[in-house]
């Protein structure tokens, strides 16, 4: 298996199905192929230079305009994906004041940002011409605690009224409802599950 750093940070399709995207860590690019007409991805991926450093995490918008969370420097950028695979960036490297931020989900008209490095989750919020922006001053939606800590994946329930996060050095998840306005509220946390240096335990999904 190759280095964490080395390996690829997410593999996504875009929302049309029409392009698989991979963010590579170690070589900083977002790279891009083709899907070809029997369901195959292109030989060959459009690379991209990351508007970022360590290029991990992916989501979408409604618009289908693409967010990747860049690990480094605790930031993220929003690209355009063209139909020849190149990206034309929206919005280069948004900080948030955090540290490693590994996954990105979209709830509703929000997007959370799970930081790793300091068991916080950050809110974001666009507008219409995919312009990003904090839901608060600080950067954190969600502060750590005693029983969340090393924030690993997130996952928003089909109704995208909810939000879920894995602590996987806790071995715990926590709930929170979603504000109107981006902000989150826990409602719960479930304990007792196998932390991350036991048992390799790492993604959550909800419905």
Same mark, same amino acid.
């Given at each position: 298996?190759?280095?964490?750093? *080395?390996?690829? /940070?997410?593999?996504?399709?875009?929302?049309?199905? *029409?392009?698989?995207?991979?963010?590579?860590?170690?070589?900083?690019?977002?790279?891009?192929?083709?899907?070809?007409?029997?369901?195959?991805?292109?030989?060959?991926?459009?690379?991209?230079?990351?508007?970022?450093?360590?290029?991990?995490?992916?989501?979408?918008?409604?618009?289908?305009?693409?967010?990747?969370?860049?690990?480094?420097?605790?930031?993220?950028?929003?690209?355009?994906?063209?139909?020849?695979?190149?990206?034309?960036?929206?919005?280069?490297?948004?900080?948030?004041?955090?540290?490693?931020?590994?996954?990105?989900?979209?709830?509703?008209?929000?997007?959370? /940002?799970?930081?790793?490095?300091?068991?916080?989750?950050?809110?974001?919020?666009?507008?219409?011409?995919?312009?990003?922006?904090?839901?608060?001053?600080?950067?954190?939606?969600?502060?750590?605690?005693?029983?969340?800590? /090393?924030?690993?994946?997130?996952?928003?329930?089909?109704?995208?009224?909810?939000?879920?996060?894995?602590?996987?050095?806790?071995?715990?998840?926590?709930?929170? *409802?979603?504000? *109107?306005? /981006?902000?989150?509220?826990?409602?719960?946390?479930?304990?007792?599950?196998?932390?991350?240096?036991?048992?390799?335990?790492?993604?959550?999904?909800?419905?």
């Amino acid at each position: 298996m190759p280095l964490f750093s *080395r390996s690829p /940070g997410q593999v996504a399709f875009t929302p049309g199905g *029409r392009e698989l995207v991979v963010t590579t860590k170690s070589a900083n690019t977002v790279e891009v192929f083709p899907m070809t007409r029997d369901g195959r991805p292109a030989r060959r991926a459009v690379v991209n230079d990351s508007a970022g450093a360590v290029p991990f995490a992916i989501t979408f918008d409604k618009a289908g305009r693409m967010l990747v969370a860049e690990a480094k420097e605790s930031t993220v950028s929003t690209y355009k994906v063209r139909v020849d695979g190149t990206l034309e960036v929206v919005q280069k490297s948004l900080p948030n004041g955090q540290s490693t931020p590994c996954r990105l989900e979209r709830a509703g008209d929000f997007f959370y /940002g799970g930081n790793t490095g300091n068991s916080t989750v950050t809110g974001y919020r666009t507008n219409r011409q995919g312009s990003l922006a904090l839901t608060n001053d600080v950067g954190v939606a969600a502060p750590p605690s005693v029983k969340s800590q /090393g924030v690993i994946d997130l996952a928003a329930t089909k109704d995208e009224k909810f939000l879920y996060a894995q602590n996987a050095t806790s071995g715990t998840v926590d709930g929170f *409802r979603v504000g *109107r306005n /981006g902000s989150l509220t826990k409602v719960g946390t479930t304990t007792g599950l196998p932390p991350f240096a036991e048992s390799g335990m790492e993604g959550i999904a909800a419905v």
